[in-house]
């Protein structure tokens, strides 16, 4: 019986720990869908979640709630967010608008918005959806949801790269 007490004591004291680690949400914002991944607690894993749709291309308000509400859900520390730059490096229309939702999102959620690069993301979202064996009609519905992994991934395997790589040799 105390060993079970002890054991249950353990049990709680990690799930404690793990929900107060960080989580982060990664985006990949388009004109008319928003994807949306999150990390595991531990930060090594991107999950894909859902791709937020809105009618309006500027109509972001349902967007922004939904994000917010996933962040108190998921209780979220940091957002990463798909920077748009064009192949060649320059900035186009997208970038534009990119920036203007960062600045919303920081705003509306007091959180850190860091921009990731996102050049082709939803081409290898679609080559993993294809070898996948989903059919065509049914990849647009999950695309965003998973460029949005991709991106998150990307940026949490940078993390821990760059955690590997300040460590002191011994």
Do not use: H
Request: some cysteine.
């Amino acid at each position: 019986m105390i060993r079970e007490a002890g054991q249950l004591a353990i049990c709680q004291l990690v799930l404690l720990w793990v929900k107060q680690l960080m989580r982060v949400l990664g985006l990949d914002f388009g004109s008319k869908t928003t994807g949306v991944a999150v990390s595991d607690p531990l930060g090594f894993t991107a999950q894909g979640l859902e791709t937020i749709t809105r009618e309006d291309e500027n109509k972001l308000r349902r967007t922004c709630a939904r994000i917010e509400e996933l962040i108190r859900e998921y209780q979220i520390e940091t957002i990463v967010l798909g920077y748009p730059k064009n192949m060649n490096n320059t900035s186009g229309e997208r970038v534009e608008k990119t920036l203007a939702f960062k600045e919303m999102l920081e705003r509306r959620t007091g959180l850190s918005v860091i921009l990731w690069d996102e050049r082709l993301t939803t081409t290898a979202a679609e080559q993993i959806l294809i070898e996948s064996g989903v059919r065509r009609e049914n990849r647009k519905a999950v695309i965003d949801k998973v460029a949005a992994s991709l991106i998150l991934q990307v940026y949490l395997d940078s993390l821990a790269i760059s955690k590997v790589n300040t460590q002191p040799e011994k």
